[in-house]
């Protein structure tokens, strides 16, 4: 399970200049440009931007801290992401112009690739007594399922979703421009359709549209016991 805050190589409680810096050195360790025969660096480049969309906005930061990745992918939805121009602006930025984007990849790309769900983390306090012999816990959960309304499709049914007529159904929009170096092609999200390369003309009423709600679970926690116990002398 990859985890943004490690890819950055930062501390979950560090500042926006704080992430943007540590983005900036990444961006420029790890660029195809400058790791041409390394696909390894080049895959790493790809995660360093995504976590850097994720964490550089604030709301999406929050649900990522809270529901991890699965709950951001279905929080985002027919949102999408729509900070990749702040990407390439930052990426333009750091190589002066001088090099590909090096990023061909928009987040619905991503969000197909088979990924490990987040772990759901649940604090517990429990008696000594209960840490050495077990104890039952029920607890509340939060996660993100498919809406049952739409099936995920995002649409109310009984509609049908358009291809976007901006993009023709890719999802993508590719610009080329000139610079002191030459031509480079710089390919991010189309902003019409948020990367989905479909419109939805009436969203679900239950799901405006995301295709995925968060709901809360009851789980049954059977022989809860501390398998490490920590001590503390003041």
Same mark, same amino acid.
């Given at each position: ?79 999408? !992401?729509?900070? !990749? ?24 790309? !991503? ?124």
């Amino acid at each position: 399970m990859r985890d943004f805050y490690e890819i950055l190589e930062i501390e979950r409680s560090s500042s926006q200049e704080e992430i943007k810096s540590s983005y900036r050195k990444l961006a420029k360790k790890y660029h195809p440009d400058l790791n041409p025969d390394d696909k390894e660096a080049q895959e790493h480049f790809k995660e360093i931007n995504l976590a850097y969309e994720v964490l550089s906005d604030d709301n999406k930061r929050q649900i990522y801290d809270t529901y991890g990745e699965e709950g951001l992918k279905g929080n985002m939805g027919q949102g999408g !992401f729509g900070g !990749f121009s702040d990407i390439f602006g930052d990426l333009f930025d750091i190589f002066g112009g001088g090099f590909s984007s090096g990023y061909d990849t928009s987040y619905e790309d !991503f969000r197909k690739r088979p990924v490990r769900g987040s772990d759901i983390r649940a604090d517990i306090t429990i008696e000594f007594k209960e840490a050495v012999f077990g104890t039952e816990r029920e607890i509340n959960i939060k996660r993100s399922e498919t809406c049952e309304h739409c099936h995920g499709e995002g649409a109310e049914p009984g509609t049908e979703k358009k291809t976007c007529d901006k993009c023709k159904g890719t999802g993508k929009m590719k610009t080329v421009r000139q610079s002191a170096f030459g031509r480079f092609m710089q390919v991010e999200p189309c902003d019409k359709c948020k990367g989905t390369g479909e419109i939805i003309e009436d969203p679900c009423k239950e799901c405006k549209g995301i295709g995925k709600k968060v709901v809360t679970k009851k789980l049954m926690l059977k022989s809860l016991r501390a398998l490490t116990i920590k001590w503390s002398f003041l």
